[in-house]
């Protein structure tokens, strides 16, 4: 029993006549009394009586066309979500990223990614991004994203890189300068990621060259907290010009030299294909991770 065959005795059933039931079909009149024909043969009872030009459906008729109607409307079913995956509009998308992209900026871009996909489910976990890249090998997650550097295939991975800017509270009397250098920050209180951290030992070098005092008063794990920190007047620090601006929103940010870079990834499973969704959302966020010229 095929499809075709179901999908015509339903038009048959609805209309009532060859003629009819070969126009809605697209096919001549003859494919059609086939088409009849042979889906009787199959099941063995006829489906239809012929009078007068006219087809009249039997009472077995009847009975096979709720059948008949229940498995078109699951095929029909079937064939929307199957399109509606292939333009990942449908499915579930799992990330896993490093806490100052996924607690601001990526809800964000979820948020907005999902607003025309209602069928799409989605779920964001947090951790360090050392965590993050061994999350990401258990292949659970669609992709991941955290800071570098990282021990990871540079195969499987897009990486960003960004010149850190300097923030400042609001009424610092520095926040008048064009450009901030580490002679300008001599001896001013400085707040800055934990000791271990890539970012603390380029500024150190950075303060080191120009011969300045890199007085730090305060260090923590991650940029929200420092942001934090700067805006209640503790000190100064560094920012990405990207990832974290959501929490920049008190301070002031000056371009720093020398250059301090910071770079961040998005990774990919090492042992399955991207679905279509995980494709899409991955264009969207490149376009809000690339930095701008």
């Known amino acids: ?8 005795f339903r038009t048959l059933m609805l209309h009532g006549t060859m003629t009819r039931a070969a ?3 697209g096919i001549s009149q003859p494919a059609v009394s086939n088409m009849i024909a042979s889906l009787e043969h199959e099941i063995g009872f006829a489906l239809f009586l012929r009078r007068a030009g006219r087809v009249h459906p039997t009472a077995e008729a009847h009975l096979l066309y709720v059948e008949a109607n229940r498995a078109l409307d699951a095929v029909e079913n079937t064939a929307r979500i ?9 499915g579930h998308l799992s990330i896993v990223a490093y806490p100052a992209i996924s607690t601001a900026l990526l809800p964000r871009l979820m948020s ?3 607003e025309n996909r209602p069928e799409i489910t989605c779920k964001i976990i947090s951790r360090d991004s050392r965590t993050v890249r061994d999350l990401v090998l258990t292949q659970q997650f669609d992709l991941a994203i ?6 990871y295939p540079a195969a499987l991975m897009d990486v960003f890189t960004y010149r850190c800017e300097c923030m400042l509270p609001a009424d610092h009397p520095l926040a008048a300068r064009q450009v901030i250098t580490p002679a300008d920050l001599d001896d001013i209180p400085f707040v800055t990621l934990f000791r271990g951290d890539p970012l603390y030992q380029q500024v150190s070098a950075a303060f080191s060259r120009y011969g300045a005092r890199w007085r730090v008063v305060a260090e923590t794990e991650y940029f929200a907290t420092a942001c934090e920190f700067v805006s209640a007047g503790v000190g100064v620090g560094i920012i990405d010009p990207v990832v974290s601006v959501p929490f920049t929103a008190h301070v002031v940010r000056r371009p720093f030299r020398p250059v301090i870079e910071y770079q961040i990834a998005i990774l990919y499973p090492t042992g399955a294909e991207r679905s279509q969704i995980a ?12 930095p701008r010229q």
């Open 112 to 114: 907005l990614f999902i």
């Open 146 to 151: 955290c800071e570098l550097p990282m021990d």
């Open 279 to 290: 494709h899409a959302f991955v264009a969207l966020l490149k376009t809000h991770l690339t």
């Open 1 to 8: 029993m095929q499809v075709r065959q179901l999908e015509c």
């Open 82 to 90: 199957a399109g509606e995956i292939a333009k990942g509009k449908r």
């Open 23 to 25: 126009e809605l079909l």
